[in-house]
């Protein structure tokens, strides 16, 4: 009983964009914000309470889950929903960035990828049709092209060069993936090209002319200045289609998705707001606050009292402060749940102020809270 | 608004009691077991999730708590229950029992312990009284004195000794306790006297005549075979007020449990259900499961279908196994409320076979699903 996957635009203002995406699973309200569950486990989190945070999406990484337990065993067990208990829409990226960011001695040709892996030191292939493979073997609903991702800066010849390369596996992908016939389910395409203008807008063109269900934004937040990613992406959504979803990759800080958002994206995924709230740094109205600091140890106050989950109320900071301090887990598992949940937020009011065609003014009220800073403790 | 703290017998079978505890901050049906807080988080866990595991009071650790945060810094943000924002009984131990067995550099004396902190090496003194003052300003519902617990084996010369110290430590304590006129809060005495049957004897008959609210039986499982403990609590119970609560201390695994409270103990609290989940192992109506184990890396069973919570119905072994094995903070967080929710179970029903006079049969049972184990993987 799979619906046909679809995007449909809702509303417009300026370029910032307020649509909806149907996949097998269900809908998801864009522009949207994808926790990130690298191996089938957004990372201390109870699937229910990650629901709970606002999400209607998580990602899976195919270089993870194809390693351990591997997709064969996912598939057996009854898929990628089933094995982590989240019955909502997954996307699974295509386990090229991983690849190129964790293995050692890896390999590409034309086929694809071959890498040591780091949990067992084994050699894998990742070709291009084996990724489209996996990502149906996990029961994606929506799977991602293998590309390959370089790390900025780079010369134009290498750019280049992977660029051409993405494109061609881009093309493969989508026949494997057609092949497949998994009806209701998507593909999305990858637009390369580093920082070069010329050729992301080569590889725009040309994914478009091969089709694909959703566009991805993707190496990006790799080592380039925020200006570069944001002139990028500028660039680059305006040559996407209107009528399909585009997603930017890795993305970011809370303030890289309010740009970013205002340039035509609609979704994100990052490790961010899990991965600093393990750290002990909370993301608030307020900006970043470090709850490490002993500023926090005898501060009564909730890390906002007007937030609308119960995690950033229900404790104060210098109980935050003190589970940090004392690397209590409880203290990782509260700090990521209150991030996903600030995150879940604005691409709540961002959606609200598209709506209602008042994205400029939330978009300085958003910044003002943040450059005005944590209010001070009594 | 504090109700007065009363203990009520509802019911017996043989040995076993059926009881409700009454403190300021509610009502606990014993058999209860009490998930450990030690530095006011239950590890890993959110607040309302234990509370869903069945948990009715949970234990906070005066040692950890006095040196980090720090008593009147937990006061001053509004007590131990507002801190971790438990709004439900807590029970406080004294901070001796750790300091034995954290502590380096300890010296006793009349006056009650000095000892280095673990953490940044001051030299901090516990005595009796401060024992006390610091579980007020934590806001303990049920205080315990201080005592002094010896590792067993030890000699009678020793055994003796402590015990006599901490019968003097008890009087004080109360004396402290009534100073301090906390209005519907409750101080527990405990009995020493190691492995010694006349020690244990006199300790309990002198701390009845002392009178406290209820009675722990200290001391034990620090390294005695079961059959001495669970002699030890046979001799004991008798010698203690039928109309006040009986807490074995540190007790125990699941049999210790269904064995003590055969015995007539009414209260427990164990770091077993936590320190094990954190650790992959399971506790379960078939036994203990150590999900590390690799036969468990393709079944898709949950750890018991017909478990009251969720988390052992709505995972697969399978996936308990891959979480365990990738290191992943959510194996810990999902075994130990799997855990803590087994315990509360087992608790549950032995209140209600002991209402139901049929404790002997469910204690019979019990161990038989234990015994019979795990049902083979298919």
Not at 146 to 164: F, K, V
Request: glycine share 10%.
């Amino acid at each position: 009983m799979n619906a046909a996957f679809s995007f449909k635009l809702l509303a417009t203002d300026g370029d910032a964009r307020r649509g909806e995406v149907v996949t097998a699973h269900g809908a998801v309200q864009t522009p949207a914000f994808m926790p990130v569950g690298t191996q089938a486990t957004v990372k201390g989190l109870m699937p229910g309470d990650v629901r709970a945070t606002g999400a209607e999406i998580v990602l899976g990484n195919t270089y993870h889950l194809m390693l351990r337990p591997g997709a064969e065993r996912v598939a057996e067990l009854g898929g990628l929903h089933k094995f982590m208990n989240w019955p909502g829409p997954i996307l699974t990226d295509s386990g090229g960035f991983q690849v190129m960011s964790l293995s050692e001695l890896r390999k590409l040709d034309e086929r694809g990828v071959t890498f040591r892996s780091h949990l067992n030191g084994d050699m894998v292939a990742l070709t291009v049709e084996r990724a489209i493979e996996i990502q149906a073997l996990l029961g994606a609903d929506i799977s991602m092209q293998l590309d390959e991702c370089l790390q900025l800066p780079a010369t134009r010849e290498e750019i280049e060069r992977a660029m051409q390369l993405s494109l061609r596996w881009g093309e493969r992908s989508k026949r494997a993936f057609e092949a497949a016939a998994r009806a209701g389910y998507a593909l999305f395409g990858i637009v390369q090209g580093g920082d070069d203008t010329a050729l992301r807008a080569e590889s725009a063109r040309k994914l478009v002319d091969i089709g694909f269900d959703g566009y991805a934004i993707g190496g990006l937040a790799v080592g380039e200045p925020q200006e570069t990613m944001l002139r990028i992406v500028s660039e680059t959504a305006p040559a996407l289609p209107q009528d399909r979803p585009r997603y930017l990759m890795g993305v970011g800080t809370p303030e890289d998705l309010l740009e970013a958002v205002a340039r035509g994206v609609d979704m994100f995924d990052c490790v961010l707001p899990t991965r600093n709230g393990r750290h002990g740094l909370a993301f608030s109205r307020f900006g970043a606050i470090n709850l490490k600091n002993a500023r926090h140890a005898a501060d009564p106050r909730p890390l906002d009292e007007q937030s609308a989950h119960p995690a950033a109320r229900d404790y104060s900071r210098a109980y935050l402060h003190h589970l940090v301090k004392a690397n209590e887990m409880l203290g990782a598992v509260l700090l990521s749940t209150i991030n996903l949940a600030y995150y879940q937020d604005l691409m709540r009011g961002m959606r609200e102020a598209i709506a209602a065609r008042r994205f400029a003014a939330f978009r300085d009220a958003t910044k003002e809270g943040w450059a005005q800073g944590d209010i001070p403790a009594r």
